[in-house]
């Protein structure tokens, strides 16, 4: 089985926090520990989670979910929220504060998309991560597919 885990979160400010620890933790105790080669991407993928989080919290009414997965090669981060309006790529003004979750997670992460099901839209990031790291250990994935 690959790592996976889902949680549902409360469309707050709050939720930003709560989706950074459960990201720090589920990573670490799928392997990426400090002697991991993968443990730079911990990092990366605390930064690509809190951005879609506040982006989500910002246009969502209810409850947003963060899906965190990890295969033999890629972490996966995926936030849905209800609303279905794209999220936006801006091109922030450099005197305004905000605006820049976006384009942080697309110099971030090695690719980066969005779909609308259902009038709920879900907002994915994918980082690879080096051969040899833990989280890759029971990917159950066959070899040479790359999702999602
Ligand atoms: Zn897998």
């Known amino acids: 089985m690959c790592h996976q885990?889902?949680?549902r979160l409360a469309s707050v400010p709050d939720s930003v926090r709560i989706a950074r620890s459960i990201t720090t933790a589920h990573l670490e105790a799928w392997g990426a520990t400090i002697a991991d080669v993968a443990h730079g991407q911990v990092a990366d993928a605390v930064l690509i989670v809190s951005e879609?989080?506040?982006?989500?919290?910002r246009h969502c009414t209810h409850e947003l979910e963060v899906s965190l997965v990890c295969h033999r090669d890629r972490i996966e981060i995926a936030v849905t929220d209800d609303n279905p309006e794209p999220a936006v790529l801006k091109q922030p003004h450099p005197l305004v504060p905000g605006g820049r979750g976006l384009l942080l997670v697309d110099a971030l992460a090695q690719q980066w998309g969005q779909q609308q099901v259902?009038?709920?839209?879900t907002v994915w990031a994918r980082?690879?991560?080096?051969?040899?790291?833990?989280?890759?250990?029971?990917c159950s994935e066959p070899v040479g597919r790359s999702g999602p």
């Open 52 to 57: 879609l989080v506040a982006n989500a919290v």
């Open 5 to 7: 885990t889902k949680a």
């Open 127 to 138: 980082l690879s991560i080096p051969p040899g790291s833990a989280l890759a250990r029971n």
């Open 118 to 121: 259902y009038g709920r839209k």
